[in-house]
């Protein structure tokens, strides 16, 4: 059994190094919202808790999928640099994708400071498609499994926190899913944002979600994991020879706020073929991780 770790939505809080001409626009809209908003919604001394408990579930691999920051800023990964190593994992141990967070502005994006820092938890082990020097999809190998990293975070420009894979990263995510190279494996897609609407604002969702469904429906997967909305999330999405594509979310791993949306994270069992989600919570009474909700998804 291959028991896959889902962590989503952390964000750090780290300053080191930033300089003040980098707060303007949407950061310094953003920095003002971290001061007054975030810091008191998703505490580092969960996460922190929340990492030992990770080390301690003996997991063969952890995924990340973004908003690993709360503005982009270097000491923000830094410090979730620091977070993964207190957790016990490495770059063959844990895959990283951005989320719209680490996308917030546009120098970041156009420096591709995020995929240079977690270079090592993104190198792919197949080519998965990609003519035209594209960093994403990748693909990792572990065991039976194969982890595909998407990215559907851009700089909107506004204070939206939609996102989009976009027409040539899909053209490459069906030619990955349908390779040689993948036949027999347990496909998990990696994504930040949810595949299918499930918050009824345009500002938070995947604009080409469609487009996405499009491409599953033909080439198929056996999960979908994502973040963006803080809670846990269960839907399905039609795959091919009409099989449904489970699509699971996991909560912020820093939230502070009531039981069922407080800090969080799951645990993909997959064996030969079958998968079993489960969410491990803080409780606040006993201060610590334990598993509140196990379900068989296929």
């Known amino acids: 059994m291959f028991r896959l770790g889902h962590v989503t939505d952390p964000h750090f809080r780290g300053f080191d190094g930033a300089r003040v001409g980098q707060f303007t626009g949407k950061r310094a809209i953003g920095a003002v919202n971290l001061v007054l908003n975030r810091v008191r919604k998703h505490k580092m001394e969960l996460l922190a808790a929340l990492g030992q408990d990770v080390r301690g579930q003996g997991l063969d691999h ?11 800023l270097e000491g923000e ?25 680490d996308a917030y502005v546009p120098d970041v994006v156009k ?24 960093h994403y999809p990748f693909v990792r190998l572990r065991e039976n499994v194969a982890l595909i990293g998407v990215t559907s975070c851009v700089p909107t420009g506004d204070l939206g926190a939609w996102g989009e ?5 899909l053209a490459r995510l069906e030619a990955t899913l349908t ?22 604002a345009e500002s938070r969702n995947l604009r080409d979600r469609q487009a996405l469904a499009d491409s599953l429906g033909r080439a198929g997967a056996e999960l979908v994991i994502h973040g963006h909305d803080h809670r846990d999330e269960r839907a399905t999405m039609p795959g ?4 449904e594509i489970p699509v699971v979310g996991a909560g912020s791993a820093s939230y502070s706020g009531s039981a069922e949306k407080r800090a969080r994270y799951n645990i993909y069992e997959i064996d030969a073929g079958r998968i079993t989600v489960v969410t491990r919570a803080h409780d606040e009474e006993t201060d610590a991780f334990r598993e509140v909700r196990r379900e068989t998804l296929s």
């Not at 792919?124 to 498609?129: F, I, K, L, R």
């Not at 894979?165 to 990263?169: L, R």
């Not at 990696?190 to 918050?199: A, D, Q, S």
């Open 111 to 134: 420096t591709h400071r995020f995929e240079v820092l977690f270079a090592a938890f993104q190198s792919g082990d197949v080519e998965a498609g990609v003519t035209d020097g594209a």
């Open 77 to 101: 990964w830094q410090a979730s640099l620091r977070w993964l190593e207190a957790a016990g994992v490495s770059g063959q141990t844990a895959t990283v994708i951005p989320g719209n967070h």
């Open 179 to 200: 390779s040689p190279r993948l036949q027999g494996k347990t496909r998990v897609v990696l994504i930040h944002h949810p595949p299918v609407m499930l918050k009824g």
């Open 240 to 243: 091919p020879n009409g099989r």
């Open 62 to 72: 952890l995924a990340v999928t973004g908003d690993l920051s709360n503005i982009a």
């Open 165 to 169: 894979v976009g027409a040539a990263q």
